[in-house]
């Protein structure tokens, strides 16, 4: 499974963008497919993901009432539409999938099999 991550860019704080996510060479329907970023010096900070294929999202803390993930398996793409971005968003963004978690896992990089390449996105004050 290849991902491509795109969307990411400059915007202002209080400002919105979508991110996506493709898939190609497979499908992620039942697989469990996330959000994760990463900011120079840190360890890569899980945002939100689909665990197994489910409807329901879930979300770190930091974002959660900011950030809204969708899916559509008919195009195997997955969203992450964030609003009300703040500077500490800033970071590189990248989608992931893994086939194997378990739901306590959905926050550990190691778990996810497949990486897309990331996009960055920029908040600025």
């Known amino acids: 499974v290849q991902l491509q991550a795109s969307g990411g860019g400059f915007v202002q704080a209080g400002d919105s963008l979508r991110l996506s996510c493709a898939a190609s060479?497979?499908?992620?329907?039942?697989?469990?497919v996330a959000w994760f970023r990463q900011t120079p010096g840190k360890e890569r900070e899980f945002v939100s993901a689909?665990?197994?294929?489910?409807?329901?999202?879930h979300y770190a803390h930091s974002v959660k009432g900011r950030f809204t993930a969708s899916r559509d398996n008919a195009k195997n793409t997955v969203y992450l539409q964030m609003t009300s971005l703040k500077p500490e968003d800033t970071a590189v963004y990248y989608c992931?999938?893994?086939?194997?978690?378990?739901?306590?896992?959905?926050?550990?990089?190691?778990?996810?099999?497949?990486w897309g390449q990331g996009t960055q996105v920029t908040v600025s004050s």
């Open positions: 992931a999938v893994g086939r194997r978690l378990i739901l306590s896992s959905i926050g550990s990089v190691n778990a996810y099999d497949y």
């Open positions: 060479g497979g499908t992620f329907s039942r697989d469990t």
């Open positions: 689909f665990f197994r294929g489910g409807s329901s999202a």
